[in-house]
């Protein structure tokens, strides 16, 4: 199998078309599988590795890091020469410890975490370096001052950011470049077929700017799997249960328009000969302002199909319909 690569936005650097999102290793995923997973992602060509401090997702401030710290030791049994074979990307601004400067996006809590994150990771660097959300609290400046620290001391390559609206990641870049701080280069959002608001203001503005967009959600939680049925509970450790975020994904997805509109969705991809997942990453990978999207799993052979995606090609008159299907979830914007 063979995955393109591109640059990410209008950098220099140039990555795999699909990533790999950690979140599930080590609650979902005990050490042992998640390092099947990475194996099988490298086998398949992925060379982009991301994750955040906070992971495993359901987790607690106790188990904070846990995931970053799997991801190390894999790196660290392929032997050092493999750190370079990989970009590995990280974030910071969830809560991970007990006080009150143990999260946000200020000075103090950013440099604290990068280096715990490299500790973690067993890196003196990170590829690409993010703030995990908009922390309202702590001025822009004081956030891009301290990523700017960050990237001149080497500890970080590039910087980026996920979760944020439009206007705010707008003003953000005009902020650095009136300081002169190094520049945003990324934005990670929610994407999917279920969700394309960003669609709207968000890719718009990555195309203008040059932003390298790395989506994360393509499956929508998995429910663009198929596997789930709406007369049925969610099972238990999947994305729908874990902790608080199993609420939040519910009530992302988890409710009768969703699942109508996977029905559909599934009726177009049996008609193509196409596993339902593959369909949906290479609709999110035709979308030409998309760097990577980030594939998850909790077992190795869960990537097969999302693999699959690169190799995909999307016919024309396929697409149409996938956007007209689901025209709604641009928030009442017509597809284009």
């Not at 990641?169 to 960003?198: D, K, M, N, W």
């Amino acid at each position: 199998m063979s995955i393109p690569t591109t640059r990410l936005g209008r950098t220099g650097l140039t990555v795999s078309r699909l990533a790999l999102g950690t979140m599930t290793f080590g609650l979902q995923t005990d050490e042992a599988v998640s390092h099947q997973i990475l194996d099988r992602a490298a086998e398949g060509g992925i060379n982009f590795l991301d994750t955040a401090d906070v992971y495993p997702l359901g987790g607690t401030i106790d188990t904070a890091g846990r995931t970053e710290e799997i991801v190390g030791r894999w790196l660290r049994a392929k032997g050092a020469s493999r750190r370079g074979d990989f970009i590995v990307a990280t974030k910071a601004v969830g809560k991970v410890g007990p006080n009150a400067w143990d999260q946000g996006a200020s000075r103090k809590h950013l440099l604290d975490a990068i280096d715990a994150s490299l500790k973690r990771l067993q890196t003196d660097h990170v590829d690409l370096y993010q703030l995990h959300s908009d922390d309202r609290d702590t001025p822009l400046d004081e956030s891009l001052e301290a990523l700017d620290v960050i990237v001149r001391s080497g500890r970080a390559r590039y910087i980026g950011v996920s979760n944020f609206l439009a206007y705010r990641l707008a003003r953000a870049i005009g902020r650095a470049e009136l300081h002169r701080l190094t520049r945003l280069v990324c934005v990670q959002p929610r994407y999917s077929l279920l969700f394309r608001e960003i669609e709207r203001e968000l890719l718009p503005l990555a195309g203008e700017e040059g932003l390298g967009v790395i989506p994360y959600n393509p499956l929508a939680g998995g429910l663009l799997t198929g596997k789930y049925k709406p007369e049925a509970k969610p099972e238990q450790n999947t994305r729908f249960t874990l902790g608080t975020a199993g609420g939040m994904y519910q009530d992302r997805y988890w409710n009768e328009r969703s699942f109508g509109t996977v029905a559909q969705l599934h009726k177009l991809a049996d008609e193509a000969g196409v596993p339902l997942a593959t369909l949906a990453v290479a609709w999110v990978m035709a979308n030409p302002l998309i760097t990577a999207p980030l594939l998850g799993a909790s077992r190795p052979d869960q990537l097969d199909a999302t693999l699959a995606a690169a190799e995909y090609k999307l016919d024309a008159g396929l697409k149409q319909k996938l956007d007209e299907l689901t025209a709604e979830y641009r928030k009442g914007d017509a597809p284009r």
